[in-house]
């Protein structure tokens, strides 16, 4: 048995994007429990309580072993007095009442499922939820009216909520590459998102498109979702042979770039897929690169590491020197990390 003077408490700098963090997790049953108090603020509308349980999730995530004693954590950042309750109920009793009751109450399982239709976010589930609507039934049986998105996210509820395989992205790369070198043949693409960081699964698959030529990249979507769309809705054959396994179908352009399709796996079954395509002239390439491939926090923690300590306002097209005036160029990655005076942390790190 140690006392509490024998236990060295875990250091980490405050800001997730100086913190390198793999997708080993040593702390996933505390981290799985602020992350669900997160959403639940989230889906509250109570961002900063959400960014604080986020905040306070990552830097446990960044830890090399498990959390055991509450003394390892003096000093830690970013966990403040209801993180370090909800962590102290969780080692001392396996489990916190917090956490439970949340997950059990009507209304958080309510927001869970309407927000989980994809064109529906929380505002909308809120308004839905004082009229009485609690589940997808209801919804339909209401008579509410639903715009395109959220008609389609009703129709295939099943299939977005269903995790994406990795397998399942690099197939629709192939197919959403073939797309764009027909319409632009020395135009790039690139897969951005949680596959970037090496994750196995998503919730959609998101791709970054960028043209050597600057300027060339306009109008380069419409044509792009166009010639998908034509593709498959006038030679459904020929797309099932060119495509041989997996095939897709761009269903329906819902906003500037998400995307919804389909694809056949081995058994022919369609299954509707969140894509979002992202467009960028190569001089913000970079930018875009760093802004798409996250995580969330991780690109929270950049822009607020930039705006506080640097004095910098950094976005997916640029970053701009707030006391010279005057934007900074980047062509890498690599080139923004210093340009902040930060150490460069590779996709796979990023997983704050
Ligand atoms: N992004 C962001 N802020 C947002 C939305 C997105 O910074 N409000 C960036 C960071 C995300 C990336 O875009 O990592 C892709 O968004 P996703 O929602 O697809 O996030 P992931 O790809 O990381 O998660 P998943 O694996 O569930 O798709
Ligand atoms: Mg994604």
Redesign the pocket.
Known sequence: LMNDSEVTPFSVPGYACQRRCTLENHNAVLTDALSLLAENAELSDEDGRGVAFRRAAAVLKALPSAVTNMSQLTGLPCLGGHSLRVIKDILENGTSSEVESTKESERFKALKVLTGIFGVGSKTADRWIREGIHNLQQLRDSGQTLNRAQQAGLEHYDDIKQPVSLAEAEAIRGIVGRAVASVSPEAQIVL????R?G?L????V?FLITHPEEGSEVGLMPKLVSWLESRVSCHLQNVLLICDVIFLLMFALFCRFSLCCFIDKQTRRWRAVRV?LVVSPISQFAFALL??????LF??ELRRWAGHEKGMSLSSHALYDNKQGRYIRASSEEEIFAHLGLEFIPPNERNA
């Open positions: 951005t998102g949680g596959f960081r994750k699964t998503g919730h959609d998101d979002d802004g798409w491939t996250g995580s969330k690109e929270r």
